[in-house]
């Protein structure tokens, strides 16, 4: 498998989820960071040299979509892959996030879309 070191930040408020996640990445090799919300989210976005994000849609406080588009003010050009239990979010919500999946989808189409939005653009 490739190994590669990109800093990748996973935001989700359900606890397990989060840490299957990031051992799933980091097993792939990428370095992990975790928020359990969306304001402990935007401050690592903001302070750290993020390279790409796994976040969560559904979340007390702030849902996913607004994380998004706080995190499109500050650091436009990287890559959002947004995670919901549900299916059919609003357009408004799609729009604003590089991809978007079902958490049913699985580890292996999680590892392969995050892996095509840190391609470099050829």
């Known amino acids: ?3 590669n070191s990109n800093l990748v930040l996973c935001v989700d408020d359900e606890r397990i989820g989060l840490e299957v996640r990031k051992i799933l990445l980091e097993r792939a090799g990428y370095r992990v960071l975790t928020a359990s919300d969306g304001p402990t989210g935007l401050a690592l976005f903001s302070t750290e040299p993020v390279e790409a994000v796994v976040l969560d849609y559904s979340m007390p406080g702030m849902h996913g979509g607004e994380i998004a588009m706080q ?9 959002i892959l947004l995670l919901s239990a549900y299916i059919g979010l609003a357009p408004e919500v799609t729009a604003v996030v590089d991809l978007y999946m079902t958490k049913g989808e699985g580890a292996p189409v999680l590892l392969e879309k995050l892996g095509s ?3 470099p653009v050829s």
């Open 71 to 79: 995190m499109r003010q500050v650091k436009p050009q990287v890559p």
């Open 117 to 119: 939005l840190l391609q």
């Open 1 to 3: 498998m490739k190994q």
